[in-house]
C-alpha cells in the first residue's frame, strides 16, 4: 500500500506517530464524535492529539481522490496552515496522510493538536439566559468578520464548528472541521449568508446582523433584511426535504 503524507516542520518527532496512525487509531478507545467520519483524541509523547479518520469513499471518489482532486485530509491541513498564516485561530495542524491500493485512494487521516475550549457557540445562541450571552455573540461576530476581510469562507460554519475559549475576563474563537473551505473575496450578502447554518432564532439574529452591520459599516436595516433572508430560505430548504422524505 503507497502514501502521500506531509508533517508540520514543527512536529518531526510526530513522524512515526504519523507514519503509524492507523495503528494508533485501532487500538486507540477515545473516540469523542463518530457519524460519517470518526474523531479521536489519542496523546503521543506527551501532546494531546486529535485524529480525524476520514471515511473511504465510494469508487468513483477513490479515483477523483486519486488523480483530479486534494483529499478531505489534505484539504483540512492546507486550510489549518493558511488560517495559522492569517493569525486566525483554529487547532494547530500537525499532519496528514493518505493511503492508496492498487492506484485507488482508501484511507485518510488528519492530526491536530488537541484544542482547549469552554463550549461551542451553539451554547450562547440557544440559551437566551447563559452568562456574558450577548458579549459572546458580538465578539463572535468580529472574529467571523475578521475571517471575512482575510477572504476565508467555511462552508460548514455551523454552531458545533465555533469553539469558544473563556480567557481572563474575555472570550476567544477556533474554528474546525474546516476541509470545505474557499478563499475568495467576501461581500456584505455572503458574508450574512455564512450565518445561515447557525440556525438563529429572532433575538441571536438581530445580535448578529446589527452587529456585522456595524462593522461592515451599512445600515442596520439592511443586514437585518439580508440574514432574515438567507436565514428563511435555509430553514424552508431543509423543511422542504423533510416533507420529500416523509413522503416517500
Not at 503507497?2 to 508540520?8: A, H, S, Y
Not at 474523531?39 to 465510494?58: C, D, H, M, R, S
Not at 495559522?84 to 482508501?106: Q, R
Request: aromatic share 14%.
Amino acid at each position: 500500500m503507497n502514501i502521500k503524507f506531509e508533517l508540520n516542520k514543527n512536529y518531526e518527532n510526530a513522524k512515526e506517530f504519523l507514519l503509524n496512525i492507523k495503528e494508533y487509531f485501532k487500538e486507540n478507545q477515545n473516540t469523542i464524535h463518530k457519524a460519517r467520519n470518526e474523531l479521536k483524541v489519542i496523546e503521543y509523547k506527551g501532546i494531546q492529539t486529535v485524529v480525524k479518520a476520514f471515511k473511504v469513499p465510494n469508487f468513483i471518489n477513490q479515483i477523483v481522490y486519486a488523480y483530479f482532486r486534494d483529499s478531505k485530509a489534505k484539504k483540512s491541513y492546507k486550510n489549518a496552515m493558511k488560517l495559522s498564516t492569517l493569525g486566525i485561530n483554529t487547532p494547530t495542524p500537525i499532519g496528514y496522510i493518505e493511503f492508496y491500493k492498487n492506484f485507488l485512494f482508501k484511507e485518510s487521516f488528519f492530526i491536530a493538536k488537541k484544542q482547549d475550549y469552554a463550549f461551542t457557540i451553539r451554547e450562547p445562541l440557544r440559551n437566551l439566559d447563559f452568562q456574558d450571552r450577548e458579549i459572546i455573540i458580538k465578539k463572535f461576530v468580529a472574529f467571523t468578520y475578521n475571517l471575512h476581510k482575510n477572504s476565508v469562507y467555511h462552508k460548514d460554519y455551523s454552531a458545533g464548528n465555533i469553539l469558544v475559549i473563556k480567557t481572563d475576563n474575555d472570550y476567544d474563537f477556533s474554528v474546525v472541521d474546516i476541509n470545505r473551505m474557499e478563499f475568495k473575496p467576501i461581500d456584505l450578502h455572503l458574508g450574512l449568508d455564512n450565518f445561515a447554518k447557525l440556525w438563529l432564532d429572532e433575538d441571536s439574529l438581530l445580535i448578529i446582523a446589527k452587529e456585522y452591520a456595524k462593522l461592515a459599516g451599512v445600515q442596520e436595516q439592511e443586514a437585518i433584511d439580508i440574514l432574515k433572508s438567507c436565514d428563511k430560505k435555509l430553514k424552508d430548504f431543509v423543511e422542504f426535504k423533510r416533507k420529500i422524505r416523509g413522503k416517500k
